[in-house]
Every structure is written in C-alpha cells, then in structure tokens.
Antibody
C-alpha cells in the first residue's frame, strides 16, 4: 500500500523559499501511470492544486502560482519536492503531497499524505 | 479555470438520513468529477472517481451520479462515521479545481 509523507520546515520567513519533500513508500515513483502532486488547503476551504511532476521530470503548475513554483523528482530516493519562492502570509496553509492515478488520460487523487502545516511569519 | 460550486455549504442531518450533495461545474466536464471525504485534522480521502466509480473499501451507501455540469453525491443512510466535509474535484482539464466543500453536521 503506497504511503506518502511530507517533510520540511513548518515555519518560513516572508520573502524566503518554502521547501518541502515528499517520500513515497510502498511503491515506486517511476511509473507513467501516476503523477505526483502538491496540493494546499486553507482552513475551512477547498483544496488548491499547486502542480504535478512525472517521474521523468515533466511538470505542470497551476498558472496562479507558476511564477513561484518549482518541482523536482529524485527517483533514486523515491521522493519529489516542492519549492515555492517569495512566500507571503497568504502562503500559510496545510500542504499535502498526493499521488494522482491516471487512467485513459483522466485521473484522481489517491492517496494523500497526512499533510504538513507551513506558517509564513517573521 | 473550471469553477466547481457545491451546495449546500453545510447541512444538519441525523443517523439514518438520506443525504444528497450537489456540485455544479462552470462548464461541461462530461463525467470527469471525483469526490473526497475529509474528517477534521485529516487529509481528504478519495470516495468516488469519474462520477460514479467506487474507490476500493468505500461503503455501498455512497453513490455518485451526473454528467455535464451537474453532479450529486448521495449517502443513502447516514452513519456516525460519515459526519465530515465532502469535496468535488473536476478532472477534465488542469488546473484541477475543487469545490468549496459541504460539511455534514449532526
């Protein structure tokens, strides 16, 4: 059973870079059947999709965040990462790493990591 | 971006009630909608994918239907463990977008 676990600082200063890593266990990250995603959520709100990366490095970012986001993948460690630069208080949220299962060019998010709260504050 | 609007935002219900949540897309998304359940302090979990397909382990009291712009998630007989927040998500085209959620309360 695949499990995802986020790691990284829980506190980031304004204007700095938020960096998170997701470790995938119980399955290989190297499959074209899956994309690897970051999703964030504000309290009481619906999730916001940040972007995805495939194991070969292909990425797609939400246009609303595209100018500040970089994702990377390390297949040797079964990990993928998120860098969000120039953060402000508006980036304070729960961040989830999530696998998207792809089938016939359509997908769904399963499973989700447990999430990590990132606070942007000086 | 495709907007997903859920209704109601919250509802009060009792154990044994039949509950229906609706999700409307801002344009046709055919049957490309997924549903998730989120309990307090936990990550969302997939319930139904592509409008009507059950995720493994999901009880049969949950069902999904709809196509085009209008979709429903129905719980046929509400159980205590079903009190949670439910989200729809469109899977037609990125950026993938979610509804704002429907919270089921006692």
């Amino acid at each position: 059973q695949v499990q995802l676990q986020e790691s990284g600082p829980g506190l980031v200063k304004p204007s700095q870079t938020l960096s998170l890593t997701c470790t995938v266990s119980g399955g290989a990250i190297s499959s074209a059947d899956y994309s690897w995603n970051w999703i964030r959520q504000y309290p009481g709100k619906g999730p916001e999709w940040i972007g995805y990366i495939y194991f070969r490095g292909t990425t797609y970012y939400n246009p609303s965040l595209e100018s500040r986001v970089v994702m990377s993948v390390d297949t040797s460690k079964n990990q993928f990462s998120l860098n969000l630069n120039s953060v402000t208080a508006a980036d304070t949220a729960m961040y989830y790493c999530v696998r998207e299962v792809r089938s016939s060019a359509r997908g769904w998010f399963d499973p989700w990591g447990q999430g990590t709260l990132v606070v942007v504050s000086s | 971006d495709i907007q997903m609007t859920q209704s109601p935002s919250s509802l009060s219900a009792s154990v044994g009630d039949r509950v229906t949540i609706t999700c409307r897309a801002s344009q046709s998304i055919r049957t490309f909608v997924n549903w998730y359940q989120q309990k307090p302090g936990k990550a969302p979990q997939l319930l139904i994918y592509l409008a009507s397909n059950f995720q493994s382990g999901v009880p049969s009291r949950f069902s999904g239907s709809g196509s085009g712009t209008d979709f429903t998630l129905t719980i046929s007989s509400l159980q205590p463990e079903d009190f949670a927040t439910y989200f729809c998500q469109q899977a037609l085209s990125p950026p993938w977008t979610f509804g704002q959620g429907t919270k089921i309360e006692i």
